[in-house]
């Protein structure tokens, strides 16, 4: 049964953040901020090769060098550490195992083979100079290709090829449809590797305290809970002897998840060396070696109406997963196959979804780990109507799922209910006034200029609960915990098993837990990310926060709400609390609809529960301490449709967007503020992946990307400004009515682009199918088809 | 990224700063280190000493004398690209200044430093080899002055001897109806650039320099006709980009044509 | 080891490091300023962005002895008695900042380029902001609080 809500007062609010000010005035902490007296500070050393075997690694000269304390290996870290086993039960899935540092050999370009500890990080960096390794030559797989050709060489020799998982699934009957379609569109789609690039790099600082024999770790992490169960297990502790603290995180982005090797490295030299050790990684270190995300290769193919309806739909998505698998491989691309058709309607539904590993840095899933699925299917459209000759809005709604026809069930048994994709979408539309827009495109070329508008409507899936997990064979839980407690002075103490990272959180829950209790934000404190503070739960990944930790956290309020009117209604003598609210802090009654203020506060109630517990109602418990947990419905999801206007130069290939619009339908807003900076947020990380970034290795597996000048993200002069239509509907299914967002906008993002680049070059007869779109992508694309047609 | 271990030195005057030079064997100058420091946080360059000139008073001025406007070899690009003598007498300069980098990079960045660093994507030695500016080398032996043209060798490889120091530039003041453009293509505002094309129309037709595409700036003058589609064209067939795994030779060849065609159009068209 | 003298925040600090510490190591570590972060260390994300005499600087391209002499602010020196300056007041009030670790090296450039351009452009704006990454909030928001700093002053 759901709690009734309450009045909103303050969900929905456009709050300043409490957050800010610490920020803004220098007094943030960071983990490298946090002072500890004594702490020695740890370097690793990393392979300059591709993949490599080990021979020899020798560290005398390095342990003379100055202030050098220990220098650890891989067979050091594992008499102390136990490997990862990466082994769900998952049909397709390998398992795979490695360990904290690699013994045998390396498998990339900055694979870490030993570890410094020294008095300061440029002394570490002094003698990690000096550590000789002897490793010998292998031949790399440096691309998918590589990866998959006959007699590859293998970068997991456990496995028996470079694949390491391969699903399947089919429904319907995908070949009848293809014999029955009056044409067969087929589309490729590459996305190119990308890394998080938080503005904080990874760092920790593990202080083992021998007496207590326990471990505090201080780390920006984003899923405090699961990573202590991580930590105490690599180490052969307990639970109860390891601490999580995460202070301010610089940016998490999904980089900050994973135990990482060179984190629990860090964890083993404080326990062995019993002394304080930090690591702070470096931005060579963060581009090669902590976590890179995407690179898929992708088909589709459409079997279609004469009119542009879809009949039946297949997919192939081929990942390249780099050399460690931190994560179970199959996770991030199967969502993309699990909820690729998203607002359109398609019964007959065939997916391929293959995962190998080369020679690069691991994947991970970073914002939107299902970036591409908006790009496969709207690019499918796009392709549809450029095949048939029909508009591309015709072609999208004739296969849109209409409002009538919600809830509907995914090929894959996803089911959407209270979305508007119908709604986002025709709003972008007008936004973007279409019908004129047509008329001035054209006037436009006939000057020379190119321009393009593009549509992407997107539907996201934020929240995973349980059984989403369960039915998707992924390892894992959705619920999150929740606790609240109200203090004798009726100050409000509230925590949630999340990891903040920038979203918020300190302000918009401080909004729900005082609708929930009654109370004004400011009196409520949020205290995360201190694993012995905050309840167990599931941490800051997808878009979960809002709608599995808003609601956890909304229900533990209303708890509390219900026992602190229980004890008002003992002082104002009533029997029950029927008709008592509690208002900012303030007991009112309701008498046929007509509000009265009592004298009674929470401070008052609060200190009867605290100091008076023989005035407290009989068989009442003293205090005010309240824990919950909540598991959300299987797959909560937003809607949004993205519209983007730009030019393409065609001389240079350059590439400027004029306007851009979203129509969104995230639920129940918690705080507009903070809402509009995530949109805002995940926009401009889509853009800057399809526009910019790129993490490129050449073809030998090197690392060719090794600095931000190399690495390039958007900056401010590449981004436009965002135009936002909030159309938000609240969802019934959870009491707050939130459908999360925050990695909707990078899904939007990444094929809105592609949209109005391929509408901009129409009259060239190119279609772009990759990212980056740089301009030496977009001029190779113009120049091939000019000579080709000078060559006929 | 923490740099390998030097001697820091200060010296107060230019001569002490020679002489520190030529006793020290291994040692690096550094003035605004927007280009040493990040090299030597990376470890690609470790030098046993710094020599730090930043204390050397008097080497940061823009003065305009003779026909020239000189710059001091400390003067910051913030400063070259907002001087008022450079805009009024050289503004190809001040424009290709105020290109380089971004505000806090420009604000410490110098004008010596960018010349003797000598990248090849540089705006300053492109904008000093186009109007063959005067670089003025002071040693023990004295001061000597070289042609910007015959200064930049190579990849980041000048004619400055291992115990000279960069005192200033001479810019020749640009004639009263003569006209300047700066066109560059970057991936991002602030980045090196890809291609950058520096061109001036005078009396004597025009004058292209051409950066971010072979191993020095590249300086084309005497085409005998000022038509930017010819002109152009003709630049780009006399340019042998390398290749690159990042930026094609072709697609700079392609840049090089397209930023000069439009250099050439802004001097045409500007009043 | 080398001896040197920092003026920051018009504080004196005598410092005792290697002359290759860089002025971001020694403001977070010997002057315990903190609030200047470190994002790069090669000059590109403007996280360390200081004051050098009233100049925009990277505190990671320099090494701090260089600094003697010289007076540096950071972060911790634009409140002034607890009061935010309208620059930090209009980058809370338009939800400029996420995560905040890219927030004073942002400060510090508006700082010093507003008593330069008090009255920019947008474009003008976006072009020095450029210096800056921020990898949170798609700049839309910190654009709009220098334009409204620079509107209110």
Redesign the interface.
């Known amino acids: 049964m759901q709690p009734r809500r309450p009045k909103l007062r303050h969900i929905g609010a456009p709050l300043a953040r409490k957050e800010d000010r610490r920020f803004l005035t220098g007094h943030g902490r960071y983990v490298e901020d946090i002072e500890i007296a004594g702490a020695l500070h740890a370097c690793f050393v990393r392979s300059p090769h591709p993949h490599a075997r080990i021979r020899n690694i020798d560290v005398q000269e390095a342990k003379k060098a100055p202030g050098v304390v220990a220098i650890y290996t891989g067979k050091d870290l594992a008499q102390w550490t136990l490997p990862l086993r990466m082994a769900p039960p998952i049909d397709g899935l390998l398992p795979v195992e490695l360990t904290t540092l690699p013994i045998d050999k390396v498998r990339f370009h900055g694979d870490p083979v030993a570890c410094v500890i020294a008095q300061s990080r440029y002394l570490a960096e002094d003698a990690a100079e000096l550590v000789a390794v002897d490793y010998e030559p292998l031949p790399a797989v440096a691309n998918l290709a590589q990866a998959l050709a006959a007699g590859a060489p293998k970068v997991d020799e456990s496995l028996p090829s470079n694949v390491v998982s391969v699903q399947r699934f089919s429904t319907g009957d995908v070949a009848a449809r293809k014999r029955e379609a009056h044409k067969l569109v087929e589309c490729q789609f590459h996305q190119g590797r990308l890394t998080h690039l938080p503005i904080e790099t990874r760092g920790l600082a593990a202080l083992w305290d021998e007496g207590r024999q326990h471990l505090t770790v201080h780390i920006g992490n984003q899923v405090p809970h699961p990573f202590r169960s991580q930590v105490a297990a690599r180490m052969r502790l307990s639970e109860s002897q390891v601490t999580i603290v995460s202070p301010d995180v610089g940016g998490g982005f999904g980089q900050k998840i994973a135990l990482y090797r060179e984190e629990l490295t860090v964890c083993a030299a404080s326990r062995q060396l019993q002394r304080p050790v930090r690591w702070r990684e470096d931005r060579m270190e963060n581009l090669m070696a902590s976590s890179h995300a995407r690179e898929d290769s992708c088909r589709t193919r459409a079997a279609v109406t004469k009119e542009g309806k879809l009949l039946g739909l297949e997919l192939e998505i081929l990942e390249d997963f780099g050399a460690y698998c931190f994560y179970p491989a199959n996770y991030l691309a199967r969502v993309v196959a699990m909820i690729l058709t998203g607002p359109y309607k398609v019964r007959d539904y065939a997916f391929e979804v293959k995962v190998a590993l080369t020679n690069k840095c691991g994947n991970g899933p970073m914002r939107a780990p299902m970036a591409i699925t908006s790009w496969l299917v709207e690019g499918t459209m796009d392709a549809i109507a450029r095949e048939l000759g029909l508009d591309p809005l015709q072609v999208r709604r004739a296969n849109m799922v209409e409002t009538r026809e919600l809830p509907y069930t995914m090929p894959t048994g996803e089911v959407i209910a209270d979305i508007t994709p119908r709604e986002t979408l025709e709003a972008a539309v007008k936004a973007m006034d279409y019908d004129g827009w047509r008329a001035r495109q054209a006037a436009a070329r006939k000057e020379g200029r190119y321009l393009g508008i593009g549509f992407c409507s997107v539907v996201e899936s934020t929240t995973y609960g349980s059984k989403f997990y369960k039915a998707a064979g992924i390892p894992g839980s959705g619920h999150e915990a929740a606790w609240l407690r109200i203090e004798p002075s009726g100050a409000v103490n509230a925590s949630v098993g999340l990891g903040a990272t920038g979203q918020g959180y300190e302000t918009a829950f401080a909004q729900v837990v005082a609708d929930g209790l009654g109370v004004e934000p400011s009196q409520v404190r949020v205290q995360m990310g201190n694993t012995d503070i905050a309840p167990y739960g599931m941490g800051s990944r997808g878009a979960r926060g809002g709608t599995a930790g808003g609601t956890a956290i909304f229900l533990a309020a209303r708890e509390a709400n219900e026992k602190v009117l229980a004890i008002a209604a003992k002082m104002l003598g009533f029997d029950s609390a029927e008709g008592l609210h509690l208002v900012d802090g303030r007991v009112e009654r309701e008498i046929l609809g007509e509000r009265s203020k009592t004298d009674i506060t929470l401070a008052q109630i609060a200190r009867t529960a605290y100091l008076d517990p023989t005035a407290l109602p009989a068989g009442m418990a003293p205090g005010l301490d309240f824990s919950r947990t909540y598991d959300p419905p299987p797959m909560t999801y937003s809607n949004a449709c993205h519209a983007c206007e730009l030019e393409v130069d065609v001389e240079t290939g350059a590439l400027k967007i004029n306007r851009y619009v979203v129509a969104e339908d995230c639920g129940q807003v918690l705080n507009p503020i903070v809402v509009e900076g995530q949109q805002h947020g995940a926009i401009a990380m889509g853009l800057s992946g399809a526009l910019l970034e790129h993490m490129r290795y050449d073809e030998d597996g090197n690392n060719i990307t090794g600095s931000l000048a190399d690495y390039l993200v958007a900056t401010s002069t590449d981004l436009p400004s965002f135009e936002l239509i909030p159309m938000h509907t609240p969802s019934r299914g959870n009491p707050v009515g939130t459908k999360g967002m925050a990695e909707g906008g990078v899904m939007g993002a990444v094929g809105v682009i592609m949209s109005a680049v391929n509408d901009a070059l129409a009259p060239f007869g190119v279609v772009a199918d990759r990212q980056p779109l740089g301009p030496d992508y977009l001029r190779a694309l113009l120049r091939a088809r000019a000579n080709s047609i000078k060559r006929k | 990224m923490k740099p390998a271990p030097f001697r820091y030195h200060r010296p107060g005057s230019l001569a002490e700063a020679l002489a520190l030079l030529s006793q020290l064997g291994d040692a690096k100058l550094i003035a605004g280190g927007q280009s040493l420091a990040p090299m030597m946080n990376m470890r690609l360059v470790s030098p046993a000493a710094l020599i730090d000139l930043n204390g050397i008073a008097g080497l940061d001025g823009i003065s305009e004398r003779n026909g020239f406007v000189e710059i001091g070899a400390l003067a910051r690009h913030h400063a070259v690209a907002n001087s008022s003598v450079v805009k009024t007498h050289c503004p190809l300069l001040a424009q290709a200044a105020g290109a380089i980098g971004h505000y806090a990079i420009r604000a410490r960045g110098t004008l010596g430093g960018s010349l003797a660093h000598a990248d090849p994507a540089a705006q300053l030695p492109l904008v000093a080899a186009t109007l063959n500016a005067e670089i003025v080398l002071a040693g023990k032996r004295g001061e000597r002055r070289i042609a910007a043209r015959d200064f930049f060798v190579s990849l980041m490889s000048t004619a400055l001897a291992p115990d000279e120091i960069i005192v200033a530039a001479r810019f020749p003041k640009s004639a009263p109806r003569e006209r300047c453009a700066y066109t560059q293509f970057s991936r991002r505002t602030g980045d090196f650039a890809l291609v950058g094309v520096a061109c001036t129309l005078g009396s004597d037709g025009l004058t292209l320099g051409i950066g971010g595409v072979e191993d020095k700036p590249l300086v084309f003058a005497d085409f005998g006709t000022t038509d930017a589609a010819s002109v152009a064209h003709a630049v780009r067939e006399r340019v042998s980009p390398a290749e690159n795994p990042r930026v094609p030779a072709v697609f700079r060849k392609e840049l090089v044509e397209i930023l000069t065609r439009r250099a050439i159009q802004q001097c045409t068209s500007s009043n | 080891m080398?001896e040197f003298e920092l003026k920051v925040n018009g504080e004196r600090y005598v410092v005792r490091a290697?002359?290759?510490?860089?002025l971001s190591?020694v403001l977070?570590e010997d002057c315990?300023?903190?609030?200047?972060?470190?994002?790069?260390?090669?000059?590109?994300?403007?996280?360390c962005?200081v004051l050098?005499d009233g100049?925009?600087?990277?505190a990671?391209?320099?090494?701090a002895?260089?600094m003697?002499g010289h007076e540096i602010t950071?972060?911790?020196a634009?409140?002034k008695d607890g009061k935010?300056s309208p620059l930090?007041q209009a980058?809370?009030?338009a939800?400029g900042?996420?995560?905040?670790?890219?927030?004073?090296g942002i400060?510090m450039?508006f700082e010093?380029?507003l008593k330069e351009n008090p009255r920019p452009t947008e474009a003008e704006?976006?072009?020095?902001?450029?210096?800056?990454?921020?990898?949170?909030?798609?700049?839309?928001?910190?654009?709009r609080a220098i334009l409204d700093a620079a509107a209110k002053a």
């Open positions: 080398y290697e002359p290759r510490k860089l190591d977070r315990r300023l903190t609030g200047t972060h470190v994002g790069c260390e090669h000059g590109v994300c403007g996280a962005t050098v100049k925009p600087a990277r990671c391209l320099v090494y002895p260089q003697e950071t972060i911790e634009v409140a935010l930090q980058l809370h009030e939800h900042l996420q995560c905040g670790f890219c927030t004073a400060v450039t010093a380029y704006v976006r072009e020095v902001l450029a210096g800056n990454l921020c990898r949170c909030t798609g700049y839309h928001n910190i654009v």
